[in-house]
Each structure stands twice: as C-alpha cells, then as structure tokens.
Nanobody, 127 residues
Framework: QVQLVESGGGFVQAGGSLRLSCAAS????????MGWFRQAPGTQRALVAA???????NYADSAKGRFTISRDNAKNTVYLEMNNLRPEDTAVYYC?????????????????????WGQGTQVTVSS
C-alpha cells in the first residue's frame, strides 16, 4: 500500500502562489493516475487536477489557466503549482493515487471511495 504525504500548504493573500507536493512511498510510474483534490467545509471533495503515468492531464474548470500539475518520477512526487489564488480556493487539498485510472476517470463522483489518500494540507487564501 502506497503512502502519500502532502506538503506546501499555507496562508497566502489573493493573487499569490503556492506549490503543493505529494511524495509517494512507491514508484509512481506503477500508479495509473495521481491527482489533487480539495474540500472546503460543507462541500464535497472535488478534483482539481490529475495526471497519469503517461502524462495525460485533466484539470477542473476552476483550475484551468491558473494551476499546473506535474510529476517528478525520479522523486516519486507530484506537484500542484497554484498561481493567482483566490479566496474561493481555500480548502484542504488532498493527494490521491489510483491504480488503473485515466485522467478523466479521476473526476467521477464520490472520489473518497477510490485509491489511496494523503492526510491533506490546508490552503487559506485571504482577500
């Protein structure tokens, strides 16, 4: 069972940037897809961005043009670069590893049912 450890969250003003990291305890090339999700209080956990082992990427509409997902296979780490942050981006951000998944499939409802999750990292954006 792979373990995922997220880092890089914090407090930032609107318009600022953060880079989240998700370090995996296993070879991420063996994992079909990895993704970043977020959950704000009172809302459902939702996909932000996903990337497959072959490099196919899927972004939520809210992330397009502002966020960039990438992976460093040598470090078994997936990143989420977030720019031009808005107060509505405030949430706990979770990393997910899902075997046999496509980038599109990472966006299906009830994602908590699938794959392995990290503990989450808080991102707070002030106005």
């Amino acid at each position: 069972q792979v373990q995922l450890v997220e880092s890089g969250g914090g407090f930032v003003q609107a318009g600022g940037s953060l880079r989240l990291s998700c370090a995996a305890s296993a070879n991420i090339l063996s994992i079909g897809a990895m993704g970043w999700f977020r959950q704000a209080p009172g809302t459902q956990r939702a996909l932000v961005a996903a990337i497959t082992s072959s490099g196919v990427i899927n972004y939520a509409d809210s992330a397009k043009g502002r966020f960039t997902i990438s992976r460093d296979n040598a470090k078994n780490t997936v990143y989420l670069e977030m720019n031009n942050l808005r107060p509505e981006d405030t949430a706990v951000y979770y990393c997910n590893a899902r075997w046999g998944a496509t980038a599109q499939a990472m966006g299906i409802p009830n994602p908590q049912r699938y794959g392995t999750w990290g503990q989450g990292t808080q991102v707070t954006v002030s106005s």
